[in-house]
């Protein structure tokens, strides 16, 4: 079964081919990003990434066709995120792919975005096995979940406020960084001093497996004002020192997770999953502990059209969705564990 998979819940717009037949796997992707177009305003425009996302949907996906060497008229169904992210952007990409399966009389398998990150990393040469622990971190979720299987999936833990990837964004805007800041904040982090700077470690022995980590970034911000004006080390230092502390409450905590489960597998996806420090602690941690670590290919931890249409092959081969091409709608708002 050959799977179209359309991304677009924020501001990258994702097109992919998945075919789900022998060796087939992922055929070809292409991938947009408004960083530059977003990055003059310091931050995503909705508007104006709705309407990019219009003028690159069409161009994209020519450019999968041409180097699957695949046709429209070969498309089996066609999978699409229907949130949660923004409004106008998801609408752009539902839109797209229902009108595009009406035409070629195909089915339509709406996908939940995280779903799509957590099950990113059986794209990679050393997949997972279900069932196991996933931390899923990104700009808008933190969250553990015990992953029994495709569309099975229970929450063990999840930010009570900013997530991880937020809590990123916002201190490297605190520390004067440009937009994109968790990528900008993580490259600093590299040149600080390693414990120089001391940081909370919310919830790190709170005996669940919660995050919270706005007062961490309440913590820099009084840090920040207390040094007044700062130079190019002092920031160096204490981007590394949020590093630090955000690291070891996300190893600690997904470790714990994997322990109470009785499992021996973690997978780790998400924007922030990508961060070099948090893999390179997470694997030392885990070794110890043999556990095994699983991480989608960098060019998959930011949202992306494969891990769609890869999210809807196997729920078509779990029977578990796939609908007539028509009437649609989209969920700014959408919890996993109510996505199957």
């Known amino acids: 079964m ?11 717009t994702g097109v992919a081919l998945y075919d789900s037949a022998g060796d087939g796997g992922l ?3 292409a991938l947009h990003s408004q960083v530059r177009m977003h990055a003059e305003y310091g931050g995503v425009v909705p508007e104006l990434a709705s309407r990019d996302h219009i003028g690159r949907l069409v161009p994209l996906l ?22 949660p992210g923004l409004a106008g952007a998801l609408l752009v990409g539902a839109a797209f792919a229902e009108a595009l399966a009406t035409a070629l009389a195909v089915p339509t398998v709406p996908v939940h975005h995280l779903e799509g990150h957590l099950l990113s990393p059986l794209l990679s040469a050393r997949p997972p096995r279900f069932p196991f622990v996933a931390l899923l971190v990104s700009g808008g979720h933190s969250q553990l979940m015990r992953v029994s299987g495709v ?8 930010t009570l406020d900013d997530a991880a990837g937020e809590a990123f964004d916002k201190t490297a805007k605190l520390l004067g960084l440009d937009y994109p800041g968790g990528p900008a904040l993580a490259a600093l982090a590299d040149s600080g001093r390693p414990g120089r700077v001391k940081l909370p470690r919310p919830m790190l022995r ?26 190019d080390e002092q920031r ?3 981007a590394c020192g949020f590093q630090e502390a955000i690291v070891e409450v996300l190893v600690s905590k997904a470790l714990r997770a994997v322990r109470a489960s009785g499992l021996r597998q973690l997978v780790v996806a998400g924007g922030v999953g990508a961060n070099r420090e948090l893999r390179r602690q997470l694997d030392a941690r885990a070794a110890r ?23 809807g092959a196997l729920r078509l081969q779990a029977g578990l969705a ?14 996993l564990t109510g996505a199957r």
């Open 236 to 238: 160096a230092d204490i």
């Open 2 to 12: 050959l799977v179209l998979g359309i991304e677009s819940s924020c501001d990258e």
């Open 62 to 83: 020519r450019q999968v066709l041409a180097a699957s060497g695949r046709s429209l008229a070969r498309i089996d169904a066609i999978a699409y995120t229907q949130g």
């Open 289 to 311: 502990s043999r556990i095994d670590v699983f991480y989608p290919e960098f060019e998959f931890c930011t949202d992306n059209g494969a891990m769609i249409a890869l999210a």
């Open 206 to 231: 709170s005996g669940d497996l919660d995050f919270s980590f706005s007062g961490l970034k309440t913590a820099v911000l009084t840090r920040v004002r207390e040094l007044g004006p700062l130079d």
């Open 151 to 158: 569309g099975d999936y229970a929450l063990l833990g999840e």
């Open 322 to 335: 796939g609908k007539a091409a028509g009437a649609f709608a989209v969920r700014p708002r959408w919890p």
């Open 27 to 29: 055929l070809a992707h």
